[in-house]
């Protein structure tokens, strides 16, 4: 819930990458599809909260969630939910504006959600206080990186490193978003785009979101098992319901 990339693609269609960079101790291998309400979601299963960093509806709905929001804060537990739950909220309210009107957030760590529907992009902040929605260009390219991992000098840097990979790829593909996320960037253990600090905090997977014209996929990389698999979000799909 670290690293995430937006790139439009035309006719509504997009690619996102997000890279987990968290505790060896929440690590997964399983994925799973459940309804909230209308939608049917596809997301990676975190261990301990059961809830999730990334997910994506059958009805051209995306969430992903970083820690942080526009600065380093203090980590002061405990807190009154998980954050990866409350991205499951966000399911669950149907889209962003029910979301900012009614979630409760009182008691939760500072957070970032980008969420997508269908062809509008959001930026939701929590800064542990108050609630800062925008809306961003569709037909741009964004960046974003956990506010709690990386200063401000790193943010500038890392971002850079996706402008100039931007101009060497007209048109990338899912893959190839997948693999800047694992391979861009100078080999860097700390502030890299994959990271290993002393084994307390790695890059455990990275996941890819990648709509097409008339269906999604769920790419999802572990990096720990050197595993990737590949899921359809706009049909039920029982492979996914355990371990991957």
């Not at 909220?89 to 939760?108: K, P």
């Not at 790193?154 to 190839?176: S, Y």
Request: proline share 5%; charged share 20%.
């Amino acid at each position: 819930m670290c690293t995430v990339t937006f790139i439009p693609k035309g006719n509504n269609q997009f690619l996102l990458a997000t890279s987990r960079d968290e505790s060896p101790g929440r690590w997964t291998d399983k994925l799973t599809q459940q309804r909230y309400g209308e939608s049917l979601v596809v997301f990676p299963v975190d261990p301990v909260s059961g809830g999730s960093w990334i997910a994506a509806s059958n009805q051209q709905q995306v969430g992903c969630i970083l820690n942080g929001a526009f600065d380093h804060h203090s980590h002061n537990p405990p807190y009154a939910r998980s954050r990866g739950l409350i991205l499951l909220d966000y399911f669950q309210l149907g889209n962003i504006v029910n979301f900012n009107d009614r979630v409760n957030l009182n008691g939760i760590e500072p957070f970032t959600l980008v969420a997508i529907e269908k062809n509008q992009l959001f930026d939701f902040r929590w800064d542990g206080h108050k609630k800062y929605l925008k809306n961003l260009s569709f037909k741009s390219a964004h960046f974003w990186n956990s506010a709690t991992l990386y200063d401000q000098e790193a943010t500038i840097r890392r971002k850079t490193w996706f402008t100039h990979w931007l101009k060497t790829q007209p048109d990338p593909e899912i893959q190839d978003l997948i693999n800047f996320h694992q391979y861009g960037g100078p080999m860097d253990t700390h502030n890299g785009l994959v990271i290993n600090r002393n084994n307390r905090v790695q890059t455990l997977s990275i996941t890819g979101i990648e709509k097409q014209e008339a269906v999604t996929f769920l790419h999802y990389h572990d990096l720990i098992k050197d595993n990737a698999k590949k899921f359809p979000v706009d049909i039920p799909c029982n492979e996914i319901m355990g371990s991957i």
